[in-house]
């Protein structure tokens, strides 16, 4: 079992920054690809960045490359989600998550992952 936690959510004016993490337990998440995710009210939940097992590949949505950095500190068992330039459009419920199979490259689909947290608000305002 992987247990995800995530924090760094709250309110922010359009412009700002804000950065998420997603703190793991239960068994280490070294190996995994993770990923994080995002849904917004009366829409379905979609990819927002990946990060592979070593952290030397990453994989952003259109929407977000350029604004958000994913990182991950293996030695903390965490993973980041630095959000620069923030949007009204990026206002959802931002989750994490683990995909255990062994895969290299982050899959930007929701089935794919096997473990995630349990969200945090992110809102922002224009």
């Known amino acids: 079992q992987v247990q995800l936690v995530e924090s760094g959510g709250g309110l922010v004016q359009a412009g700002g920054s804000l950065r998420l993490s997603c703190a793991a337990s239960g068994r280490t998440v070294v190996t995994y690809v993770m990923g994080w995710f995002r849904q917004a009210p009366g829409k379905e939940r979609e990819f927002v960045a990946g990060?592979?097992?070593?952290?030397?590949?990453?994989y952003y949505s259109e929407s977000v490359k350029g604004r958000f950095t994913i990182s991950r500190d293996n030695a903390k068992n965490t993973v980041y989600l630095q959000m620069n330039s923030l949007k009204s459009e990026d206002t959802a419920v931002y989750y994490c998550?683990?995909?255990?199979?062994?895969?290299?490259?982050?899959?930007?689909?929701?089935?794919?992952?096997?473990?995630w947290g349990q969200g945090t608000q992110v809102t922002v305002s224009s």
């Open positions: 998550a683990a995909d255990l199979a062994l895969t290299v490259v982050a899959s930007r689909s929701v089935e794919e992952y096997d473990y």
């Open positions: 990060i592979s097992r070593g952290g030397g590949n990453v």
